[in-house]
Nanobody
C-alpha cells in the first residue's frame, strides 16, 4: 500500500483557480488508478476526476471543462488543476489511489488508499 499527502487547498474567489497536489509514498510502483473525490457536510462523497495508469481520464459532469487531472508516475503524484471555480466547488477534496499487490504465493489483491483531505473554499 501507499500513504498519501494532499496539498494546495485554500480560499479563492469565484472564477479563481487552485492546483491540488497529492504525493504517494511507499510502493508507488504498485499504483494503477488515481482519483480525486470531494465531500461537503450533509452530501454524499462525489467522484470528481480519475485517471488510469495509461492516462485515460474521466470527469464528473459538474467539473468537466473546468478541471484537469494529471499524474506523474515517477513521483507517484496526481494533480487537479481547478479553473473557473464556483461556490458549488467548495468542499474537502480527497486523493484516492487504487493499486495491485501480489502475495508470496502469487495471489493478487487490490488496495485503495485515501489521503486526509485538503479544504477548498470559494467565497466572494
Amino acid at each position: 500500500q501507499v500513504q498519501l499527502v494532499e496539498s494546495g487547498g485554500g480560499s479563492v474567489q469565484p472564477g479563481g483557480s487552485l492546483r491540488l497536489s497529492c504525493v504517494a509514498s511507499g510502493r508507488i510502483s504498485s499504483i494503477y488508478d488515481m482519483a480525486w473525490h470531494r465531500q461537503v457536510p450533509g452530501f454524499e462523497r462525489e467522484l470528481v476526476a480519475e485517471i488510469t495508469r495509461g492516462g485515460t481520464t474521466n470527469y464528473a459532469a459538474a467539473v468537466k471543462g473546468r478541471f484537469t487531472i494529471s499524474r506523474d508516475n515517477a513521483k507517484g503524484a496526481v494533480y487537479l488543476q481547478m479553473n473557473s471555480l464556483k461556490s458549488e466547488d467548495a468542499a474537502k477534496y480527497y486523493c484516492t489511489v487504487e493499486g495491485r499487490e501480489w502475495s508470496d504465493d502469487g495471489v493478487p489483491s487490490v488496495y485503495r488508499s485515501w489521503g486526509q483531505g485538503t479544504q477548498v473554499t470559494v467565497s466572494s
